[in-house]
C-alpha cells in the first residue's frame, strides 16, 4: 500500500498570502488529520476531518480550514499567512472507524514545511 | 486536560549503549491510548507502538521495548545495543477516547543522538 502523500514538500509565501496543502490518505482509510509542528511550540493538532466532515477540531484561528473530498483526500487552507504560521505541516490518515479496529493508529506523510518571509 | 511530558530533550549516548526515554502522562479519560513515534531528520513521523489502557503488558520488538505502568502514568521506551540509525526524535503522544476527542497530544519529543 502506498503511504500518506503531501504536496507541495517545500513551499515559501510571503505575509498575507493565502496558502493551500494538499494530502491524499492510504488508501481505505477515511480519517485525515492535520498538526503543525514548529520548534517553539512542539506538535499541536489542527484538525480531522472522516467521510468529508470536521470531526476534531483544534485551538487555532479562523485562518485555518480544511476540508475532504469524497475520495478522502484533504486540502488545507491558511489564509493571510503571518510569520509565525512557518512551520512543518504534517497530515496523518487512519481508518477512522471503531469497527475496522485499530481506528486511531494514524500514520503519517512527509510533511509540507512552509515557510512564510 | 490531556498532558504527555517528556522530560529529557536530549540524550547523547555511543553505540551499543542501551537507553530509555520516559514519557509521563496526565488523562481524566478510562480509555485511551499512547503511542511512541520516530522523527527522523526527514521528517516524516514514523509509527513504532500504539497501546490502549487496559493493556499494561510490556511489549518487546527487536531491539525496542516498552514499558507501560499506569500506577505512575508512565510510558517509557528503551533502545537496546542502540545503533547509528537510531538517531532521531522520539515523540511520546496520547489519544483519548471517552470524550471522543482521538487526536494525538504528544509530548514534546526527545532528540537522541547515537554516537559511533
Known amino acids: 500500500k502506498a503511504g500518506v502523500t503531501q504536496t507541495p514538500r517545500y513551499l515559501i509565501k510571503t505575509r498575507g498570502q493565502q496558502v493551500t496543502l494538499s494530502c491524499s490518505p492510504i488508501s481505505g482509510h477515511r480519517s485525515v488529520s492535520w498538526y503543525q509542528q514548529t520548534p517553539g511550540q512542539g506538535l499541536q493538532f489542527l484538525f480531522e476531518y472522516f467521510s468529508e466532515t470536521q470531526r476534531n477540531k483544534g485551538n487555532f484561528p479562523g485562518r485555518f480550514s480544511g476540508r475532504q473530498f469524497s475520495n478522502s483526500r484533504s486540502e488545507m487552507n491558511v489564509s493571510t499567512l503571518e510569520l509565525g504560521d512557518s512551520a512543518l505541516y504534517l497530515c496523518a490518515s487512519s481508518s477512522g472507524s471503531k469497527r475496522e479496529g485499530r481506528h486511531n493508529e494514524q500514520f503519517f506523510g512527509p510533511g509540507t514545511r512552509l515557510t512564510v518571509l | 486536560a490531556q498532558k504527555v511530558t517528556q522530560a529529557q530533550t536530549e540524550i547523547s549516548v555511543v553505540e551499543k549503549e542501551d537507553v530509555t526515554l520516559d514519557c509521563v502522562y496526565e488523562?481524566?479519560?478510562?480509555?485511551?491510548?499512547l503511542f511512541w513515534y520516530k522523527q527522523p531528520p526527514s521528517g516524516e513521523l514514523v509509527f513504532l507502538i500504539r497501546r490502549n489502557s487496559f493493556d499494561e503488558q510490556n511489549e518487546i520488538s527487536g531491539r525496542y521495548s516498552w514499558n507501560f505502568q499506569k500506577s505512575t502514568s508512565s510510558f517509557n521506551f528503551t533502545i537496546t545495543a542502540s545503533q547509528v540509525v537510531d538517531s532521531a526524535v522520539y515523540f511520546c503522544a496520547l489519544s483519548e477516547e471517552d470524550t471522543g476527542r482521538r487526536a494525538l497530544t504528544f509530548g514534546s519529543g526527545t532528540r537522541l543522538q547515537v554516537q559511533p
Open positions: 488523562t481524566r479519560d478510562t480509555t485511551y491510548y
